[in-house]
């Protein structure tokens, strides 16, 4: 399993889980259908695990996908916090590394 997987995989994750169909979530989160499809592939691949069942019908999680669901969902809890933190000190300037 990859360790360093980009935030988008499992924003557009989230998204698909929230809309029940590539193009709707693609639609909620201003991306290409298939942008997001490659995302769901790529964050499958990543994770060696099958979130969704595709149908006519869209979207079907798999156990795995609902598994999964409340920690992508407390990550996006986490991010929407960092950035809050982050424009409230926007102000000040940012400390050199070294």
Do not use: C, K
Not at 84 to 96: D, K, L, M, S, Y
């Amino acid at each position: 399993m990859d360790t360093t997987i980009d935030w988008q995989l499992y924003r557009s994750f989230l998204a698909a889980l929230r809309e029940g169909s590539l193009s709707a979530a693609a639609r909620a989160l201003g991306l290409a259908q298939p942008t997001l499809g490659r995302h769901i592939d790529a964050l499958e691949t990543a994770l060696g695990i099958a979130l969704f069942t595709r149908s006519q019908g869209g979207l079907l999680p798999t156990e795995a996908a609902l598994a999964l669901r409340p920690h992508a969902e407390a990550m996006a809890s986490h991010a929407a916090a960092l950035e809050r933190v982050a424009t409230r000190q926007g102000g000040e300037p940012a400390a050199p590394y070294g």
